[in-house]
């Protein structure tokens, strides 16, 4: 019987199920978790009604039949206990639930934000711990491998304006092994973002970050961040590192665009602050030319990073990662994340590590990396920033 009520409210709950799974609102997972609790408690309440109308027929065949009475009281007194005992325990449960959902809203707000993003991390590292990446690499082995253009690889250097001897080890890294490459122009978070930016891929919880810093000008803007370790007031500080961060995520966003505008294959994006292992063109045309016809993303280097099972010489395919100092993309990745990108509350490279869980993305990594971060260098992002 109780087989039978978990594989019906399975399939009667599974859209609800997915909903869940998809909400990155706190409070409405909780209501709908709680729908889904009602909707399988109804259920199981309308099959032990079901057992207690049988209990009744059993008392009249008791009648009918003396010989078998024993039995049937045997079988009468089991069903009874296990009612009794499920219906304590459904009044357990509901107060159970209903005194932690309540603890859950009062105290969500004032906890600090590395303990209510606990639960999200720990559900997106069983995801990937359950994924067959086993299989996915067994599968991509049998495809055709990667037909690379024999002309030079498009490099973008992005950098800030404002910090441009941030990119003097990077660029003589590039220099010195003669490989061409552009210094793209970043978009600083403290000067505004281009005409429907914020419309198009701000979601409303970092709208409502951005705000604050919104009504001040540029000077005062950069005078703030200037002194951002003095500042007490937390959500100023807050709305400068998203303004910040925002700015990196359009500045991504805006070299994808280029990709597809300019009909070019791949793109070789690196930040200001790495530099390039020695043979790094060759090396990489190597690596390039060792990944599957349908491969999306190639990390250069990372942090986090999540390896998974060896694909070629000097690629692993990529369970995920973050940080996006050095990376290759190709213009179908940049196609496959154009949904993700619209709305959103993440940063970049949270957003790519998302969709390679999902499938979406076949993502590999370059063993050994063929960047490097160059150490001691301030982020532009302001993390990490102590009150003096």
């Not at 359950?130 to 690889?153: M, S």
């Not at 890294?173 to 003669?178: G, I, N, R, V």
């Not at 709305?239 to 990709?259: A, D, K, N, P």
Request: proline residues 4%.
């Amino acid at each position: 019987m109780f087989s039978c009520i978990v594989s019906r409210t399975h399939i009667a709950c599974q859209s609800e199920l997915y909903a869940y799974i998809r909400y990155e609102n706190a409070n409405a997972k909780i209501v709908l978790f709680l729908s889904i609790l009602a909707r399988f408690e109804t259920r199981l309440t309308r099959c032990l009604r079901v057992s207690h109308v049988g209990q009744q027929l059993c008392s009249i065949s008791e009648i009918s039949f003396p010989l078998e009475s024993s039995d049937i009281m045997l079988k009468q007194r089991r069903r009874q206990n296990i009612g009794d005992r499920y219906f304590t325990t459904r009044r357990t449960l509901w107060c159970a639930i209903f005194v932690s959902v309540c603890l859950l809203l009062v105290v969500n707000p004032i906890l600090p934000v590395s303990v209510r993003r606990f639960i999200p991390r720990q559900h997106r590292e069983i995801r990937r711990w359950a994924f067959e990446w086993t299989e996915l690499c067994v599968q991509l082995k049998t495809e055709e491998r990667y037909a690379l253009p024999e002309e030079n690889l498009v490099v973008k250097v992005i950098s800030l304006k404002r910090v441009k001897e941030r990119q003097i080890q990077t660029a003589y890294s590039l220099q010195e092994q003669a490989v061409p490459y552009e210094v793209f122009a970043a978009i600083d978070g403290l000067t505004g973002f281009p005409e429907g930016a914020l419309k198009r891929y701000a979601g409303t919880k970092r709208q409502k970050r951005l705000l604050k810093l919104s009504t001040k000008s540029c000077e005062e803007a950069r005078e703030l961040y200037g002194s951002i370790a003095n500042i007490s007031d937390e959500s100023m500080r807050e709305s400068i590192h998203e303004s910040l961060r925002f700015g990196c995520f359009m500045s991504h966003v805006l070299l994808w665009q280029e990709l597809l505008e300019s009909h070019i294959p791949q793109l070789v994006v690196l930040e200001d602050d790495v530099t390039v292992a020695s043979n790094f063109s060759r090396r990489l045309r190597a690596v390039l030319q060792s990944l599957p016809v349908t491969w999306d993303l190639l990390y250069l280097n990372g942090c986090f990073k999540k390896m998974g099972p060896d694909f070629a010489p000097g690629v692993r395919i990529s369970r995920g990662s973050l940080c996006t100092f050095g990376y290759v993309i190709s213009s179908g990745a940049v196609k496959k994340l154009s949904a993700a990108l619209e709305r959103s509350n993440k940063p970049i490279d949270h957003i790519l590590d998302e969709e390679i869980l999902r499938g979406k993305l076949i993502a590999f990594h370059a063993v050994p990396p063929l960047v490097e971060v160059i150490p001691n260098l301030e982020s532009t992002l302001a993390y990490r920033v102590k009150r003096t």
